[in-house]
Every structure is written in structure tokens, then in C-alpha cells.
């Protein structure tokens, strides 16, 4: 079958890789109707992690099921589901505490699973024509026969992350809230504040495109953090600080001072500290929701890799304004079912997202226009 394989920095090739099969009872094989392209490919795309050359991408899966393991007993050929990018047992301690995307049996070592992503198990990715779903009873989120292909899409990670950056956060209806990042993320962060009730929502950004979804389908203020300092733009529309931030950009946060290429600089003074500026823009006792991602500082690894994990953060300040903060990989399915549900009822539709549906021939194109955060580009759906 045909898959989209990384080559090493900056390259993905469509290549032909052996047919997946059922491996354990509790498996099902599917046919692969849509896998997207995340920002956190773009971590192993851009050659910043020990990803391997040779590897399948594709964390955020829906298909149809083509095999059923003996073991399997909720679901049958045909069935349409959609898959947290999370891969998980559901039955060790964190998955029963709800904590799926830091399941400690599918990858032991490491907190949590996923499939195609490097450091995450040996799950292969679903940016191909099939893919094996280990645990798919507890895994699997099942989808009626047809309509809303794009919003169900969104359901395998960034819907439920964006929401998720919420909760973290705590936020409130009637709360004001500031989201740093209008990628796919930050936008489903802005989306989901605003079908929460938030009362105001500030999207940081400095794509244009973007930060148009932000205000047109968010209801939200845009601040282009290339025309001064986000956290002075907030406040002074707002008054004072936000209630609640949202940080949607994670460790590769772009400095508008510096060349895009080596963009991240960890110092505490640097203006595209997000972290630092989320600090700020909250007000004192408010509370902070991580989703963006940050590695961790491993001794082994290049220095430029250690050094993304090891931040230049205002500790200080975080402690003198009392902040609460929350960060981590989503729990997909702590989410994903009452997301669905409020899609089929019409009450959400995030499928303003999505910017291109293409076959599995253009991802090597796609990958490189997304990874530019090329005007227009904001969510691409692979459709194999
Ligand atoms: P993305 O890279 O497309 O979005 C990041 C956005 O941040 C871009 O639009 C960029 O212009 C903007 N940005 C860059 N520097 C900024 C700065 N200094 N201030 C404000 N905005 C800035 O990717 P995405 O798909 O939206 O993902 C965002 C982050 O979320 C990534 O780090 C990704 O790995 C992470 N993520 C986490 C989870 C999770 O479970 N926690 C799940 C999915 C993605
Ligand atoms: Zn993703």
C-alpha cells in the first residue's frame, strides 16, 4: 500500500510499505478515509527530533474498519470511526483515571502513546491506505454512516487539544481568555472558548488568513504580534489582565525580530516567549492552559534540541500574580465523544478549518506549504 514516509529534514515521499495486519486480538485493521497533517509533524518534518528516516507519519485518523480481531467485540466490518491520536490500554492507572494520553502499557518508559510519532511506540502512522488500531474497543469512536467528513476529522486531536487548552485553564462562561497561536490548535482553542460562553477572546498570531478564521468563525480579537507587544495590544483593548491564556504555539515560537529559520530563542527577554507573555497577559490568581509543545530537557540530545526544553521562564512572576497552570498531551477521549455529539446536533462546526482535502500524491506538497504557514494553509485533510 502507499504511505507518506519521512526522508529525513524537510522531506516526505509517497512510497509503497508493507500492508498492516491484526497482531493481537484486541486489533482492528482500517481503511484509511482521512488522516491529517498536524503541527506536531512538523517537529519530526522539520528535523528537530531523533525521529527516524523510514517512519509513517499520521497521528489523526478515521477510516473505515476492514478487520476485526477475535478478542474485538463493539465493533464490526464497516463501521466508521474516528481514533485519538492517543494510543492507549484503558485499563492501567492513568487510563482509568481518564488520563489516556498518558498511558503507561502502550509505550512503557515514555508517558503516553500515539501513532506514527517518534519517542510515542511502535504505532505506525495512517497517512497510508490502512492502519492497525491496537486496544480498538477501548480506542475506537465510532461515527454515524456518513455526512460532516471534515468536522468528524478534527475529532482524532485537534478539536478535543483546543478544548483541552480550555480546561486546562479552567476557563468560565463570562470569562475573558487570551490564546497565543491561531494554527489549527490555538483556532480550536478560540472555537471552543467561544461555544463555551467565554465573554471576550484575544487570538494571537501573526498570519493574516488565520487570525481572519480567529475573528470571522471565534469571535474573537486578533493581535498580529509582529505590530508590537501582544501583551500591551490586549491590554489595552481589555484594561487589565485576562482572565484566562491559552498557550496554542509551543517550543518553536517564532521571534519577529529573528530570521524564521532559527527562530526560537529561550531567553526570558525574548518577545515571542509565549509563556512568558501568557504570564503577563492573565491577571494575578488567573489560570494558564499549556497545549503547545515543549520537550523535554534530555541530556543526551543535540544542544539545540535540550535547549528547546529548557526555558527561560518568569517563575517569579508566575508566583507573584498566583497563576494556576495546566500542560500535557490531550486525553483525546476525555473529549472526543461529546464533541461528536454536538457536531451531529449542529451545535459545533469546526470544519471552518478545513483549508484542503488532497490525496496521499500532494502530502510532500502540502507538508511544505503547512510548514511554511503559507497564507491559506491551514488545515490539510489527506484523503488516500
Ligand atoms: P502550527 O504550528 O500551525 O500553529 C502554531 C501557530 O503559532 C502558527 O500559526 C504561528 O504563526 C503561531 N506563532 C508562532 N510564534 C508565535 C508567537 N511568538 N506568538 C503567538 N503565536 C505564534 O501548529 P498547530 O497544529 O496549531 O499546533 C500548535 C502546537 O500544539 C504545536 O506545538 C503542536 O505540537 C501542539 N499540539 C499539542 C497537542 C497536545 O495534545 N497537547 C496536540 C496537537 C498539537
Ligand atoms: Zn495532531
Redesign the pocket.
Known sequence: MEAVVYQGEHEVAVEEVDEPAIEHPNDVVIDITTSCI???D??MYEGRTAAEEGIVFGHENMGIVEEVGDGVSTLEEGDRIVLP?NVACGFCENCENGKT?FCTNVNPGFAGGAYGYVAMGPYKGGQAEKLRVPYADFNALTLPEEGNEDSFALLA??FP?GW?GTRLADLQPGESVAI???????LMAAYSAKIQGASEIYS????PS?LELAEEHCAATPIN?EEGD?VEQIKEIHGSGVDKGVD????????PDKEADDAYDPARESP?N?LN?LIRTVRPTGQLGI???YVPDDPGAPDEMAAEGRLGIDFGLLFEKGQKLGT???DVKSYNRQLRDLIIEDRADPSFLVSHRVGLDEAPEMYER?DN?EEGVTKVLLEP
Do not use: E, K, M, W
Not at 497565543?180 to 490555538?186: C, D, I, L
Not at 494571537?204 to 498570519?207: N, P, T
Not at 496554542?248 to 521571534?255: E, L, P, S
Open positions: 498536524c503541527g506536531s512538523l517537529h491520536f494520553g486531536d485537534i487539544t483541552h497565543y497561536g491561531a494554527g489549527p490548535v490555538g494571537v498570531d501573526r498570519v488565520r504580534f501582544p496554542a504555539v509551543g517550543y518553536q515560537a517564532v521571534d515571542a509565549v507573555n497545549v503547545g509543545l500535557g498531551q490531550c503547512f504557514r
